[in-house]
């Protein structure tokens, strides 16, 4: 117990320091529950839904891979060991958001998106049995609406993940993309799922998620041409998560989900550490 309450003292003290004019307002007893409750909102069990940036992370055939420069390794002369490296990635590449921008022009930068949108509960709606047999399904209205009859639940102010299994065959290429090709004539190549555009209207003028995932390179589906399912949830501020690794027995709701990318500002997108916290 002792070490939970000086934990609490500890946050307490960085709260007080870093909270804005109204927020330090609190009293001593209302920074405690506030803490307390933060906590609870954060206990269980974590599992990790980022694919690890390697060699074999997978991208847009039109984008450059990750590459990591070994820059050094080893004892100084000093006689202390250093590492250090230089990366080099596209914005959209292995697991990462789509800011707004990335499809519209008055939509939020990467780094203006609001942290309510990218820490709060999530759910999960599962199509992997309509994909299974057909790598260019759409989420259709009627899979959401499905979900709510079953949860007797409407989806508003949730993060929204779609699981289409898809993410089995991470990082292989060919059965991922639809193709191993490289360049703008692979693009026409492509075959995985995504959300149909009508669903990504409905989901945006409808109800309100704050956003949105997926376990396929796009939230368009792959043999998308004018990318209306980003076009329409973008023009609502409603930012997209791709190729996140959502497992089988991640629950269909009760959890809370972190997705916290590099804070790049003016970015359309970014790399992004993606967690579940569901409880024990």
């Keep these: 117990m002792r070490h939970i309450f000086l ?4 946050m307490i003290g960085v709260l007080g320091c870093q909270m804005e004019a109204p927020i330090q307002a609190l009293t001593k007893p209302e920074r405690i529950e506030s803490v307390l409750t933060s906590m609870a909102r954060i206990s269980g069990r974590f599992i990790d839904l980022t694919h690890t940036y390697d060699d074999m992370t997978v991208y847009w055939p039109t984008a450059e891979g990750f590459q990591l420069r070994q ?3 080893g004892l100084t002369e000093k006689g202390y060991y250093y590492a250090a490296n230089t990366i080099t990635t596209a914005e959209h590449g292995g697991t990462h958001i789509d800011a707004p921008i990335h499809f519209f022009e008055n939509g939020r930068t990467v780094d203006k998106i609001p942290l309510e949108q990218l820490i709060a509960e999530a759910v999960v709606v599962d199509v992997q049995a309509r994909c299974k047999d057909n790598p260019d399904y759409q989420i259709g209205v009627s899979d959401l609406l499905a979900w709510e009859e ?11 993940l779609l699981r289409t299994g898809h993410a089995r065959f991470w990082p292989d290429r060919a059965k991922y993309l639809g193709t191993t090709a490289m360049g703008e004539e692979a693009v026409s190549q492509l075959h995985f799922p ?6 990504a209207k409905w989901l945006a003028e409808q109800r309100a998620i704050l956003a949105i995932g997926i376990d396929t390179p796009s939230i368009d589906f792959g043999q998308s041409t004018h990318f209306q399912s980003h076009v329409k949830l973008f023009e609502h501020n409603i930012p997209a998560l791709e190729n996140v690794d959502i497992p089988p027995d991640l629950p269909e709701k009760d959890f809370t989900l ?5 804070k790049i500002g003016g970015g359309s997108g970014g790399p992004t550490r993606i967690v579940a916290v569901v409880p024990d």
Aim: charge should be neutral; avoid cysteine; aromatic fraction near 0%.
């Design 258 to 262: 972190l997705a916290l990318p590099m």
């Design 7 to 10: 934990a609490i003292l500890l």
């Design 71 to 73: 820059d050094a390794v």
């Design 150 to 160: 079953k949860h007797g639940r409407r989806l508003v102010n949730v993060i929204l």
């Design 194 to 199: 995504g959300l149909d555009p009508e669903a």
